[in-house]
């Protein structure tokens, strides 16, 4: 019960949003066209060590991690920020400009909420992905 009364809750405020990827034009236009009514972006970061502070220190409710990083993981980001955020466990949002089954398993396989293609990005996307819960809540339903 208590899950469901945060939910309805994340329906009603902004969610605060980190975005991270290498290439910053795309940040740019990514933190421009989410902002608003249902996203507050409150930081951008271009690698896992600069995404891992903003997140300790701006403490967004939702994570978009683009899966390539120049020579980072972005799968293996959203791995370290499950662990080291907790709370972050149904807000790690898995993002790229290649789809889904270019990755095999290794979506399904992460801890992140799952995948939203750039170009099907938008802050309705993120929320319904986000409201949808973490990974073990979809297998359970």
């Given at each position: ?30 933190a421009?066209?989410l902002?608003g009514?249902?996203l ?25 991690v683009?899966?390539?990083?120049r ?8 791995r370290?920020?499950v ?23 290794l ?35």
């Amino acid at each position: 019960m208590r899950r469901r009364d945060d939910r309805a809750i994340l329906r009603r405020v902004p969610l605060r949003c980190l975005i991270v990827d290498d290439n910053e034009p795309f940040l740019e236009i990514a933190a421009a066209s989410l902002a608003g009514d249902d996203l507050d972006v409150v930081g951008t970061a271009t690698t896992s060590v600069a995404a891992l502070r903003q997140v300790r220190d701006l403490q967004p409710d939702v994570v978009l991690v683009d899966i390539n990083l120049r020579e980072e993981s972005g799968i293996e980001l959203a791995r370290m920020l499950v662990e080291r955020f907790p709370q972050l466990a149904s807000g790690v949002v898995l993002i790229s400009t290649r789809a889904e089954q270019d990755f095999g398993g290794l979506i399904k396989a992460s801890p992140a909420a799952g995948f939203i293609p750039k170009t099907q990005l938008s802050a309705r996307a993120v929320r319904e992905l986000v409201a949808s819960g973490s990974p073990s809540d979809r297998e359970e339903t």
